[in-house]
């Protein structure tokens, strides 16, 4: 009797580690796949040393703004609204603000903020205040669902899938109220004007 329950208990065990053995390497592809996936969007990001663009954002209540993007890595950032809006958002290298031109305002960005990934020298998706929650890769494009441990909500980034190139960012708030980028008419590697990155001075 206890013979058989040991051939039995042996079989048991065999069929476990066939199964085991079909399923872990579907799993070692996977995570594979998905880390080369971020190899790679990553090192097409860390190329890039300038970047203009037209933007285009829509906020939670469908209200569209549209604008100029301008970026040069690592640290400066220029995303300058169309009038009548009076927003700019502005980096030197050294702060990250909004400013309010009518308001004559300005205010520090939140961390999760997509600009503040582009102000690094090294941009890295998987970081100790950053994980990739979902990456999604179709034939056009690859999206990244990012969340930040210390701040509710996701950033979502879009990229083309032949170019790597950013699409668009979709910031989603703890309440699902979502603002989405657009980029448009990108121009790469062309030297800016070095003023357009220089704090303005409000008039009191």
Known sequence: ???????????????????????APRQTVEQTALSQTIAQVEAALNSITTLKARFRQTDRHGRISTGWFFLERPG????????????????????????????????????????????????????QETRVRKCIRSTRTITFILSALREPGTLTLV??????????WILEDEDHNRTIINL????????????IFKMIKLPA
Do not use: W
């Open 76 to 127: 400066k950032v220029r995303f300058d609204y169309d009038a009548p809006s009076p927003n700019l958002i502005l980096s030197d290298g050294k702060s990250l603000l909004h400013i309010d031109k009518e308001l004559k305002e300005y205010s520090e960005l939140p961390r999760k903020n997509p600009l503040h990934l582009f102000l690094h020298k090294r941009i890295s998706f998987q970081t």
């Open 159 to 168: 990229f083309d899938a032949g170019t790597l190139r950013l699409q668009c």
């Open 184 to 195: 448009e008419r990108c121009v790469y590697g062309e030297k800016l004007p070095t003023h």
């Open 1 to 23: 009797m206890k013979l058989h329950r040991y051939i039995v208990l042996g079989l048991l065990l065999m069929e476990s580690n066939a199964c085991f053995a079909q399923v």
